[in-house]
Nanobody
């Protein structure tokens, strides 16, 4: 059973960049599809990006496509979310998620505790 720990969140200004990391332990990392979700205050959690078990397939929410990039380093058991051109509407708690499938399921079994990203205007 995998445990996920996010890091890298913080307070930035609009237009800035940020890289989130999610370190996994307790499982065979390359057996998991991974992804990022976010939840803004007063809103439901929403999908942001996902990457397949093999790292060859990615998908993004329309709101972040072209600005966010998801990647994984199987040697470091870590998945990343590189974010550029950040907007105030990107403000949210960002969660890492995993499922023991080739492609991340819509309801992943494993979740991190979240990391706060705040973008000021």
């Amino acid at each position: 059973q995998v445990q996920l720990v996010e890091s890298g969140g913080g307070l930035v200004q609009a237009g800035d960049s940020l890289i989130l990391s999610c370190a996994a332990s307790g499982g065979t990392f390359n057996m998991y599809a991974l992804g990022w979700f976010r939840q803004a205050p007063g809103k439901e959690r929403e999908f942001v990006a996902r990457i397949s078990r093999g790292g060859t397939s990615t998908r993004y929410a329309d709101s972040v496509r072209g600005r966010f990039t998801i990647s994984r380093d199987n040697a470091k058991n870590t998945v990343y979310l590189q974010m550029i051109s950040l907007k105030p509407e990107d403000t949210a708690v960002y969660y890492c998620a995993a499922s023991e499938t080739r492609i991340l399921t819509t309801t992943p079994e494993y979740w991190g505790q979240g990391t706060q990203v705040t973008v000021s205007s």
